[in-house]
């Protein structure tokens, strides 16, 4: 069996200050030609330190300038990205970023304005910013996008409010949000921080929402249905166009959670089948690295009747001038200081002009297939927790088949690392039993997948023939199975020798 990635060679480092040895430096600065100053008789004493270096008023390790190259590198080999091996992580898309993207973000005239500068000088900017957003309200079916929040969540939670203002002004209260029970978790979290009471949606034997669930939970306290689709299990919402209708005729609104539309570019518009409110992650479908915690950038789409409650400020084309208004009586106010992170749509712009209305669809095509053909060959394997049919960007399997060997997801999970990949997304979605969720994505080539296959059959053997081997893995990293929970509630913060 192949492995792929980096096993014979770890990265052994320790903290910075282990290597410190007194007196050593990283330059040698050139002898003064002036005087050597006081420092007392120049700063005020109040203002001076009353440690000095020696009792440690500065606690700064002392090293060599190789050190310091070596201990920096060393560690950045520490971390496993998309750019290092595959990552195929459900719910996440971490595919691969094409670099052409990074260089067009990069580009001077984009990194060196600044958003107090006079619109009459950042023209070129504000038009990438207006036509970013016509593509994603072609690309979602929608009206009118905003590309201030700078996450999925974020733009759940702007997407909410601005439900909520549209039900007042209506002069309407509703105060509940129905949420399936394959929803992600951050749905449930922005429904709550916007106010509304969270009511879980069972979904049906199938994976999908039915329905008679809609039928009997839809009342006149409902303000929305808040769904995703591909849903969690990596499915398609089959009925979402009935559903839509059921939400709509008593006056309720559908937002749908748009973070996986690596799915459905160019083969299906949400507002097209219903959807009122939709939010995108730049971060996943359109060329941001993800992961580590950000900047991400997550805009939302909405139909007519919720424009008017967009955050400030809109971008205006007029004639041929771009500027930012203000004045829109109805918004839901700002949301993030100046007009969201910039970057990140300069990458979603580039990215979506280089492939165009074909590529893109394509992107969707390739990234199905890719999930599919995982899901056929591993599926002998590992328990399809649903009925067997064609997946969409994902596919989940259960640890069912391994349960009686004692081995649960977790150790498969581990096994992998030995394997040389990242672990799949683990325990989510909950309503499936050890979970283990996969989302290869496009840009991943069949050698990989079969790869990626091999590893999972030959951990599925080793799960019956030699358990030790996954309750002990992994053992080629450099520390084991760590506590999962420790780090969290004991942080070590500050260093001690
Ligand atoms: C990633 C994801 C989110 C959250 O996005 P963030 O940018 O991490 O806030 C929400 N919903 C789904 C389905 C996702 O996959």
Known sequence: MKKVGTTGLQMNEPVIFERSVKGRKGVSPIEHDVPKANVSELIPARFLRSETVETNGA????V???EVVRHYTRLSQWNFGVDSGFYPLGSCTMKYNPKVNEDIARLDGFTSIHPYLDTDSTQGALQLMYELEEYLAEITGMDGVTLQPSAGAHGELCGLMMIAKCLKARGETRTKVLIPDTAHGTNPASSQLAGFKVVKI???TDGCITL??????????VAALMLTNPNTLGLFEHDIVEIAKIVHSRGGFVFCDGANMNALMGLVRLGDLGVDVVQLNLHKTFSTPHGGGGPGSGPVGVKAELAPYLPVPRIKKDKEEYTFEYDCPDTIGRLKAFYGNFAIMVRAYSYIRRCGPEGLRRVSEIAILNANYIKERLKATFELPHDDKPCMHEAVFSDATLKEFGVSTMDVAKRLIDYGIHPPTVYFPLVVGGAIMIEPTETESKAELDGFIEAMEAIAAEAKNAPE???????TTRVSRVDETRAAREPRLVWQP
């Open 59 to 62: 606690a700064l390790p002392e």
């Open 64 to 66: 060599s300038e190789l």
């Open 469 to 475: 081997l996954l309750h002990n893995a992994p053992t």
């Open 202 to 204: 069972a979904s049906g």
């Open 212 to 221: 008679e669930s809609i039928e009997e939970a839809m009342d006149s306290d």
